[in-house]
């Protein structure tokens, strides 16, 4: 991997409209750089997390299916690190998918149920122990 393409991508992400193809793209592009890579992980969390709950959370940005697809895929894939879990709880996960729920967009697509069932285990993990 060139040693500039994750920060390559993470640029194009921040600036493109969240919701596009384009968009899409780069988190599909960014989950399959960081899933065998840890480091690579936090750094891609750290920056794409907030952004993707944040343009979630806003009625006001279109989101297609295959947004909301990518999305949830990559934050599963982000999931698999503690610091990213503690991240998207704290800048609150939960509520960002029971509103995402109730979108036509994403009851159209291909397993949303299942894969925000797996997310909120790896997210209620953290929650649990946040707790004690």
Avoid: W
Avoid at 28 to 57: W, Y
Avoid at 97 to 119: H, I, K, M, N
Wanted: glycine share 6%; hydrophobic share 40%; aromatic share 8%.
């Amino acid at each position: 991997m060139y040693p500039h393409t994750v920060k390559c991508l993470l640029y194009i992400f921040m600036l493109v409209q969240f919701g596009s193809s384009l968009s899409s793209k780069c988190m599909f592009a960014l989950k399959q750089l960081c899933a065998s890579r840890n480091d690579q992980k936090h750094h891609i969390g750290t920056v794409a997390i907030p952004h993707m709950l944040e343009s979630l959370a806003d009625k006001d940005v279109e989101k297609s299916t295959e947004c909301i697809y990518q999305s949830l895929l990559l934050l599963i894939m982000l999931s698999g690190l503690f610091a990213n879990c503690e991240l998207m709880y704290h800048d609150g996960l939960i509520p960002v998918l029971e509103e995402l729920g109730e979108l036509p967009a994403a009851r159209r697509s291909d397993g949303f149920y299942t894969r925000v069932g797996q997310l909120l285990q790896s997210v209620s993990e953290l929650a649990a122990a946040d707790s004690k």
